[in-house]
DNA sequence: ACTAAACTTTAGGCGCACCTAAATTTTAGT
DNA sequence: ACTAAAATTTAGGTGCGCCTAAAGTTTAGT
């Protein structure tokens, strides 16, 4: 069996794999929050057990069985987050920090379970997709809702799901996967954005963001009609 | 926070000390599947943090500090049993192993979730009692099934929750909490009983089982009318 | 009371996953 | 091309929870 560690290494590979394709040894120690030393340590292991790919100095890349398992993981861990929402109403910015710990203990019979329950799942309440049993994940085409321009219209695909206070604050503005928002205006300078959420007709209820908040949102255009 | 080791160490005390009021090193060590000598180890930790109170070579007993977690983790324990049992349809025989793991990382919060859902039950699916969140948990008065003589009428109260193959033995005979037998009759030199389910009316569908299985049961004595 | 068996503890080690400090390699600026 | 800064790896060490082997203590039989 992989240790907690290892399955969180993984899952952290690929995750950074999305936008860097070789994952360099600081950004992983970042976003686990270890020493490089360290993460250069578990590289090594990793290496050896041909779950990652390796050039010294140069960073990793997940293999084909490295990526199975960041997969399978990774499906536990939505799988649970929704589940915790639905079936136990705990609130979609709690959701994570308990599946980080419980994705590592799920057994295959009560992942099938879960899965079953919630009707077969294809996104977590974060709007992420949920890959299959088999290890296959939807591809989607996606922006950062900081890179619409004045006018846009988009749909909001998916919002980052480790930042508690990015979650909640989220919430309160109402900003959900599936929400359709128009963008309103955007100021020079800062590039504060002013959003409507769609069904509203007037400036009544508009309101303003910034680029980090901005930036923490996939969105998915739609035409102009 | 207490490591699963130890949580585990103080949830065997306190099982042990219900047998042996002072529990013996090799005792623990069978029970928790490891070397004489790791439980040693555990031990001194364990008497260093004032969980259990020790004396060398003569054994351990838990403090009121050490008990009050022993509760707690059993307490996760039975939730978690029952919950898998009634909300994810997990059979009997085996919701023991998954809680074994669960019981570790659930928080506070699922844990008061779980047990409102539940509404707030006292007994885990195998009789066990559920203690309270406070620590307190309901003494019985109890009879092991191979205690009993000819006649006797009883209620099953509890079966040993930990061995898989013995639990699906019992669910076939129907054996679960909260079942009336009488004990029909004892052979002599095996101590073989032959048990009836109380609404059967004759000897159609009376059975025998051995010291073995009688043991893991534990059941109440009705008055006889 | 003595002794042998049974039990328990101590001593010494191991693998895991982390750390800090020092050495090495890459990179980016001049 | 050279050098200083940044990134990475190596070296050496820690705590945890386990192991085996050896030494010490308790126990039960004679
Ligand atoms: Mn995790
Ligand atoms: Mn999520
Ligand atoms: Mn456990
Ligand atoms: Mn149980």
Same mark, same amino acid.
């Given at each position: 069996m992989n240790s907690q560690a290892v399955e969180d290494y993984l899952k952290a590979i690929y995750k950074l794999q999305s936008s860097q394709s070789m994952v360099v040894t600081s950004a992983l120690a970042d976003h686990l929050k270890v020493n490089p030393a360290s993460a250069t340590g578990m590289i090594k292991k990793l290496a050896d057990s041909n779950l990652v790919s390796y050039e010294r100095y140069q960073g990793v890349k997940l293999t084909p069985p490295g990526e199975k398992i960041a997969l399978e993981v990774i499906r536990h861990h939505r799988l649970i987050e929704l589940y915790l929402a639905e079936?136990? *109403?705990?609130?979609w910015d709690q959701v994570h920090d308990e599946a980080e710990k419980w994705e590592h203990i799920l057994s295959e019979d009560l992942e099938d379970r879960i899965d079953k329950i919630l009707g077969?799942?294809?996104?977590?309440?974060?709007?992420a997709p949920i890959p299959s049993r088999d290890g296959n994940i939807e591809q989607r085409n996606t922006n950062l809702l900081s890179e619409l321009t004045q006018g846009d219209n988009a749909i909001i695909v998916e919002v980052s799901d480790d930042d508690t206070d990015m979650l909640r604050y989220l919430g309160k503005l109402e900003l959900y996967p599936q929400t359709n928002i128009q963008i309103i205006s955007i100021s020079p300078f800062d590039q504060l954005i002013t959003i409507r959420i769609i069904p *509203?007709?007037?400036?009544?209820?508009d309101f303003v963001i910034g680029q980090k908040v901005a930036s923490s949102i996939l969105v998915s255009k739609l035409e102009e009609d």
């Open positions: 079936a136990l *109403n705990v609130p077969y799942p294809t996104t977590d309440p974060h709007g *509203n007709k007037d400036s009544n209820n």
